[in-house]
């Protein structure tokens, strides 16, 4: 049976960084989505960040949040900047299923293009090493 994680963000840039990161994972029976709470273009820096690391995301497709994939999936990994973004409102049935990964929203702590540029590959980084933690985890999960 295969099982899905379900990465959300605010404008989709740093769940797409996560989904992206994730296709690398070796766990079997996992598939993996991203989606936005706000409909939003492309960021050119996540792009160009990600692709510096080998992993092409430019592909990947922009999606708003659908409350029936989330309540199919069997994780769902709540990308939020606590600080800067507006809360994510989930629907207290799926909490069990949540991890909460409290990251910085680089267009939103950015004044600049080359500070944006900046946040971005460190957000990059941030999201390779907990992605890299669900490695561990996903297996256990049944």
Known sequence: MNKTVYFLSSSQQRS???EG???KLDVS???FKSAGWTADSRAEFSILAMRELC???SSFPLSRIEMKELGD???IVAIQDREYDDEMELPSELKEKVIYWNL???RKRSTT???????YQEICDEIAMRVKELENILPQLH
């Not at 293009?113 to 946040?119: A, F, T």
Request: hydrophobic share 50%.
């Open 16 to 18: 797409l960084i996560a």
């Open 21 to 23: 990161w994730a296709e």
């Open 29 to 31: 029976d996992w598939s």
């Open 55 to 57: 992993i092409d995301i």
């Open 73 to 75: 999936a069997s994780v």
């Open 104 to 106: 910085p929203n680089p």
């Open 113 to 119: 293009p080359i500070e944006e540029w900046v946040h």
